[in-house]
């Protein structure tokens, strides 16, 4: 797409060669379609595609396995904008968008394995984990995760500073993030968030601010297990 909406389209284009044939082949297209940014790193102009090859790659797989065969006149959508790419599949996700992180249920077991032994996705729920942790190391905006009619969506925003990101933005990644540390054993803490972020510590008041507004929203909460010290909190995800 030319622009953020659908009324600008350049290409429309539909695969028709096979999953184990034509997965690397669906990768490389896609990255291929992605716009290119010039960002400055460590001095040097460099130019960098929209969003990274893994990302795509992950989230693909992903939208393959998940399918719901069922459903009669749908299919696997990528759609790449300016800003973002949307790769959504046809069904109603079965585990909540809000646990992908953490959860794994597959809705296409076989297919999953069969995917697995060609390597074209790795081993159980790793998928979104590698794509939030890439998201976070590259600081790019949280991914959105989406359950719409009869379809369920994943959204990767491209590079945005964060005095850009919006309120409902930052809640997220900081969601995200208290759950990834999760996963890794970790608990999420003011430092964790900033660097995140990308932030320094004056920062610390505004990251306190997005802390508090996800544990008003009921995404996260304070640790039990942390000492009684707003200096030394820690937080874990609401439901653990």
């Given amino acids: 797409m030319r622009g953020p909406t659908l009324l600008n389209t350049l290409s429309d284009q539909t695969g028709e060669r096979g999953y184990a044939v034509g997965f690397q082949e669906l990768v490389q297209y896609v990255m291929s379609k992605l716009p290119q940014n010039e960002v400055i790193k460590d001095a040097l102009r460099k130019e960098m595609k929209l969003v990274p090859e893994v990302v795509i790659r992950e989230l693909l797989a992903n939208a393959l396995i998940h399918q719901d065969f069922n459903i009669e006149g749908a299919s696997p959508v990528v759609e790449i904008y300016a800003d973002r790419v949307e790769i959504s599949n046809p069904g109603l996700p079965i585990v909540p968008v809000e646990r992908f992180i953490d959860g794994y249920q597959s809705r296409n077991e076989r297919l999953a394995d069969l ?50 990101m919006d309120r409902t933005d930052r809640v997220r990644a900081c969601y995200q993030h208290c759950v990834l540390q999760w996963v890794l054993r970790k608990k999420m803490t003011n430092q964790s968030l900033r660097k995140r972020f990308g932030l320094s510590e004056r920062s610390g008041n505004t990251v306190s601010q997005i802390i508090s507004a996800a544990v008003e929203q009921g995404l996260i909460k304070n640790d039990p297990g942390a000492p009684e010290s707003r200096k030394y909190a820690r937080y874990i995800p609401e439901w653990a």
């Fill in 115 to 164: 995917m697995r032994r060609f390597g074209i996705c790795e081993e159980k729920s790793s998928g979104i984990d590698r794509v939030i942790e890439t998201a976070e190391m590259l600081q790019l905006p949280a991914p959105d995760f989406l359950s719409e009619y009869r379809r369920t969506v994943a959204i990767i925003y491209g590079a945005r500073d964060f005095r850009a």
